[in-house]
């Protein structure tokens, strides 16, 4: 056996009742190398890694580390042998510190006294260029903090092997380069790492060889440096993909929403949007671009009544069908009564916008129960909606009365935007539409919104990705610090100048 | 009011306080790793007539009781029975999954069954109602320290003229206080009830921890019943439940306390002078207080005041969750089971 085999999964099976989460795996992870698992939603790349961090246990199949049989049943047993995972809903507690965290679960070795764990914790840090502070409330952190806080944890408990989930989902680009800088440094220092990620240009970036899973099979292995995207897409989808959104001028446009001096203060008086103006027409994507908490969400949530604008601003509704409407004031239910069709994709899907333990019919019943008549439920027609989204959308679910919750993450996105699109609006708006979907998922989700810029709906896509927001917009409105520092025609405007709009504000705004 | 009020109502307050802080202390320590278990009034019943009986058969087999003997069984009874009745909890918990309201609920109404079962077959045995009594193992759990209880004038008769138990449980909420927060073991426990799927994958097991939180902690609460019987009652029993009646104090006492136990050392107390307000509020206030509410009846008024705990605890909920600090609030997965391969 080769000495630098970190881990060897042989024929790896697992199942979760009825469905084949993985089916025959095999693959090695290397030392001195960072390994991507590519693969679509439900391919499993997750799953298989659980084994190895003992959250799942296969059943059948073997896995040997450092050459030898083991059994992993639990994630005690996962640190005993160098493993470390790094999940991408973190396993961190609120109300500990840092510090906490990182000894939480060991024996005590150093009395009641932290001192110890303080120094050998300092020191993981300046090894690897990490910076935290020890004491600080995970409540208090970011994000990028927070998964910091997982690496540390993990290098602590001395593992060798390091498997991260979706790391850089939720991180703006410098912290992914951060990030990528760190984990270079490990590499380098002998350990072995595993992404599992869906995004192509991280794989082509970070990665030295590339697995890639599909449907809970493993289709193959190739070093990154023989390979490219599109060999990669192919192997991760099974089919030939194009990776270009087909975007359509469209010649007829409406006035449909005029925003004027929108402003929106939060709970500490702070203005998170700040005098916004911008005209919404129909028949065109705008997207909007800004580094995360710029307003954007806040934004949104004004337009549809969610949130309470500061007096003087203004947003007026212009509909074919129904006159001219001003928004302001009114309550999200009332905008609904006027007749007006705006469809609002939350950025927290499970939170907002479905109910997790719910079907999915019961999900479309819940924005269409006060149009039947008399105080019984009328569920044929959602059923029939429901089916109408499943097969359209090809959503995977065991049945239609399934909670959603249980749905992977693609497959919870597809069914409220599918919702949201069969109300037929006349506006929608999306936020972080595709956050954690894999490249075909995404590609379906954009096709959609490209299908409802063509019925003359006017779309609103706030986006992290701005290859994507380049590509689909047709004008891009950037926000600064709840300001608009911006609006660019998507088909000219590059990267290099919406990157710069997002971080500077302009001078004399 | 006079010198002698103040101080018996400081001593009822003080007696009163003893038993939630009991049922507190427990419950605290189970709601620390998740498990909101709302059958502590049950459990407290339990634990009352479980150290009744043992006394009570213990009693009745000897001619002269040995003290000793006396608070050994009776503690032993007591605590088998609670840990038994946490250790079922568990079980359709913690194993089985079920809901913890719903469970918790049900253990009350089996707990306080099962006493008044049992309180009225000891009454029957005992030769009928208001005959029963352990006059000496009660008297041994009053017991009170020489010298200190009584050559200290006021200072003894505020301080140590109690029952030894209500310095055990003061003890032990200050130790809980400490093992929450300063040993390891403690902060794993606080892990499991604040991030279940975290703290597996940090290597803890969590379903041992549940259980001995669970089960120390009905063992503890139970002692609150035990307290309640020999020391409150004086080694007496009625089927008026007035036990589970305390024992929904103390589940309100833990969130009065936002979940650290060092604040039950002192909101026990408060709660107990709450509770008496009605007897020793002065006549004037009483009578200007009932033209207020307009209550024509002297016992419509006692209820109202009873209430004051709970209203109490209703006012330090809001306050605390308006402030939303969240070193304050409850165990985030508390009420909730944990299943590993749960997505």
Same mark, same amino acid.
């Given at each position: ?398 049945? %239609? ?5 249980? /749905?992977?993450? *693609?497959? +919870?996105?597809?069914? !409220?935007? @599918? #919702?949201?699109? =069969? ?48 590509? %689909? ?5 950037? /926000?600064?610090? *709840?300001? +608009?520092?911006?609006? !660019?025609? @998507? #088909?000219?405007? =590059? ?15 | ?343």
């Amino acid at each position: 056996m080769d000495n630098n085999c970190a881990v060897q999964l042989k024929d790896i099976t697992k199942t979760f009742g009825a469905v084949v989460a993985n089916e025959n795996v095999s693959f090695d992870i290397r030392k001195h190398e960072v390994l991507a698992i590519l693969g679509e939603n439900g391919s499993g790349k997750t799953t298989v890694m659980n084994m190895l961090a003992g959250i799942y246990y296969p059943d059948s199949g073997e896995i040997f580390v450092n050459g030898n049989l083991v059994s992993i049943k639990d994630p005690k047993d996962a640190y005993d042998l160098g493993i470390g995972m790094i999940h991408q809903h973190y396993k961190l507690i609120d109300v500990f510190s840092a510090l906490e965290n990182i000894v939480l679960g060991l024996k005590n070795t150093d009395g009641n006294d932290l001192e110890s764990a303080r120094k050998r914790v300092n020191e993981i840090c300046s090894r690897y260029g990490f910076d935290i502070d020890p004491d600080m409330k995970v409540y208090d952190m970011t994000v990028s903090q927070k998964q910091t806080l997982e690496i540390i944890k993990v290098l602590y408990r001395g593992a060798e092997i390091l498997i991260l989930d979706e790391p850089t989902a939720v991180l703006t680009p410098q912290e992914t380069s951060r990030l990528f800088n760190v984990l270079r440094n490990m590499r380098d220092d002998g350990k072995a790492i595993v992404i599992i990620t869906h995004k192509l240009n991280e794989v082509m970036e970070i990665s030295d060889r590339v697995t890639i899973l599909r449907k809970g099979q493993y289709i193959g292995t190739v070093n990154t440096s023989e390979t490219n995207p599109q060999q990669l897409t192919e192997m991760m989808v099974g089919e030939k993909i194009t990776l270009d959104i087909n975007r359509d001028f469209i010649e007829e446009k409406h006035l449909r929403l005029e925003v004027k001096n929108l402003t929106v203060k939060n709970i500490e008086g702070k203005k998170v949007v700040d005098d916004v103006t911008f005209n919404l027409y129909s028949g065109e994507v705008l997207g909007i671009a800004g580094i995360s908490g710029s307003g954007q969400k806040e934004l949104l949530e004004a337009i549809m009544g969610l949130q309470k604008p500061e007096p003087g601003s203004s947003v007026v509704y212009y509909s074919t069908a129904h006159g001219v409407h001003e928004l302001v004031g009114l309550s999200t239910k009332e905008i609904i009564s006027h007749g007006l069709h705006l469809a609002f994709v939350p950025e927290d899907r499970l939170g907002m916008g479905l109910v997790g333990n719910m079907g999915m019919t019961d999900n479309v019943l819940l924005k269409r129960y006060r149009k039947g008549k008399g105080p019984l439920l009328h569920r044929q027609q959602p059923m029939q909606t429901a089916i109408k989204i499943k097969d359209e959308l090809d959503v995977k679910t065991p049945s %239609l009365d399934y909670p959603v919750r249980k /749905l992977s993450g *693609g497959n +919870v996105q597809k069914v !409220l935007v @599918g #919702r949201e699109i =069969n109300n037929k609006p006349t506006v929608l708006m999306t936020a972080y539409a595709v956050r954690g979907l894999d490249i075909n998922t995404s590609y379906a989700i954009y096709n959609l919104l490209n299908e409802q810029k063509k019925r003359g709906v006017a779309v609103v896509y706030v986006g992290e990705d701005l290859d994507v927001l380049l590509a %689909l917009s047709d004008r891009i409105l950037v /926000l600064c610090n *709840g300001k +608009v520092n911006g609006i !660019l025609d @998507g #088909r000219t405007a =590059n990267k290099e100048e919406v990157g710069l709009l997002m971080t500077h504000l302009k001078e004399g705004e | 009011m006079t010198l002698d009020m103040i101080i018996a109502w400081i001593t009822a307050a003080v007696t009163f306080g003893t038993v939630i802080m009991f049922g507190c202390v427990g419950e605290t320590l189970n709601e620390k790793a998740g498990g909101l278990n709302l059958g502590t009034p049950g459990v407290m019943m339990l634990g009352g007539i479980a150290s009744l009986a043992g006394a009570f058969f213990y009693e009745k087999s000897v001619a002269v009781p040995n003290p000793i003997l006396c608070v050994l069984i009776s503690l032993i009874s007591c605590l088998v029975a609670t840990a038994l009745a946490g250790l079922l909890y568990g079980f359709l918990t913690i194993t089985l999954r079920a809901n913890q309201n719903v469970t918790g609920l049900t253990l009350t109404m089996f707990g306080t069954g099962i006493a008044n079962f049992f309180g009225g077959s000891l009454v029957k045995l005992s030769g009928g109602v208001g005959q029963i009594s352990v006059a000496a193992t009660s008297k041994a759990f009053k017991a009170t320290m020489p010298i200190l209880s009584t050559k200290l004038g006021i200072v003894s008769q505020l301080l140590f003229k109690y029952g030894w138990l209500t310095y055990v449980i003061l003890a032990l909420a200050f130790a809980m206080q400490y093992f929450f927060n300063k040993t390891r073991t403690g902060l794993n426990l606080r892990s499991v009830g604040e991030n279940p799927a975290t703290a597996d994958a940090a290597g803890i097991n969590v379903t041992l921890y549940k259980y001995m939180a669970c089960t120390i902690g009905s063992a503890i609460a139970g002692l609150g019943g035990l307290y309640y019987v020999m020391d409150y009652v004086k080694g007496t029993w009625s089927n008026d439940s007035g036990i589970e009646a305390l024992g929904w104090l103390a589940v309100a006492l833990v969130i009065f306390t936002s979940w650290k136990p060092k604040n039950a050392t002192w909101g026990a107390y408060l709660f107990g002078f709450c509770y008496w307000i009605y007897l020793y509020i002065p006549a004037g206030i009483n009578s200007m207080l009932m033209k207020l509410f307009k209550v024509t009846r002297t016992t419509y008024m006692q209820n109202l005041y009873k209430m004051i705990p709970y209203i109490v605890t209703i006012i330090v909920l809001v306050l605390v969750s308006s402030r939303n600090k969240r070193d304050n609030q409850a165990p985030q997965s508390l009420g909730t089971s944990y299943f590993r391969e749960e997505r």
